[in-house]
């Protein structure tokens, strides 16, 4: 498929089940970050095409890095993952420029439907 997908989780457990279900639908370029730092940096480098990244995280959260993400390109794809009852800080994700947002526990069709319709 030739796209780059970076997935950042505190939890590998739930980096290892994105990451499966993506695999399984032909997604091979996948790059993993434990934290919002993590991303920051691991984005500047890779430049993915999605990154897929929990609000709630150790270090930097999920809203702060979308927003240095967003700060080095604003053209960055980013879909966020909350718990349910984290609305306020989806619509602020939303707000800050996350294309969209998945609720964990996670559907894997629902993972799929977001990143197609994303990547294209």
Do not use: W
């Not at 980096?15 to 919002?36: S, W």
């Not at 691991?42 to 929990?54: C, F, N, Q, W």
């Not at 619509?91 to 969209?100: C, F, N, P, Q, T």
């Amino acid at each position: 498929m030739g796209k780059k997908i970076m997935l950042v989780d505190d939890a590998a457990f739930m980096r290892m089940t994105i990451k499966n279900c993506l695999t399984k639908a032909g997604y091979t370029e996948l790059i993993e970050a434990g934290d919002g730092q993590q991303a920051v940096d691991t984005y500047g480098k890779e430049h993915p095409d999605l990154v897929i990244m929990d609000i709630t995280m150790p270090n930097m959260d999920g809203i702060q890095a979308l927003q240095a993400i967003k700060g080095m390109d604003g053209g960055a794809k980013v879909v966020m993952c909350s718990a349910m009852g984290q609305e306020a800080m989806v619509v602020e994700a939303i707000r800050l420029g996350a294309m969209d947002f998945i609720v964990k526990p996670f559907k894997p069709d629902r993972i799929l439907q977001t990143v197609q319709k994303i990547l294209g």
